[in-house]
């Protein structure tokens, strides 16, 4: 299974054709060859290293919510595990 990760774009180097991104306070490098038109501040649906294309905000936001209740869920499920 694949997971894409939406990410927002904190800097660009039009040069290399690159974006830092950032998702969750983790800073990774990224290419934009398969995305134009990119602008700090956009959010970016990130796979594999690539940006695969611009996602609207609210929707980047709904699906990064969405990741970080599942990972509660997985810490508290972890958590009553453990103790059986």
């Given at each position: 299974m694949c997971l894409a990760v939406p990410?927002?774009?904190i800097s660009i180097d039009k040069e290399a054709d690159t974006a830092k991104v950032s998702l969750g306070g983790i800073l990774k490098d990224?290419?934009?060859s398969l995305v134009e038109d990119v602008c700090i501040?956009?959010?970016l649906l990130i796979h594999v290293?690539?940006?695969?294309?611009k996602l609207d905000e609210k929707?980047?936001?709904l699906t990064l919510k969405a990741f970080e209740?599942?990972?509660d869920f997985n810490r508290?499920?972890?958590s009553v595990n453990a103790d059986e």
């Amino acid at each position: 299974m694949c997971l894409a990760v939406p990410a927002k774009a904190i800097s660009i180097d039009k040069e290399a054709d690159t974006a830092k991104v950032s998702l969750g306070g983790i800073l990774k490098d990224v290419s934009l060859s398969l995305v134009e038109d990119v602008c700090i501040g956009d959010y970016l649906l990130i796979h594999v290293g690539f940006a695969l294309n611009k996602l609207d905000e609210k929707e980047a936001l709904l699906t990064l919510k969405a990741f970080e209740e599942l990972a509660d869920f997985n810490r508290a499920e972890g958590s009553v595990n453990a103790d059986e």
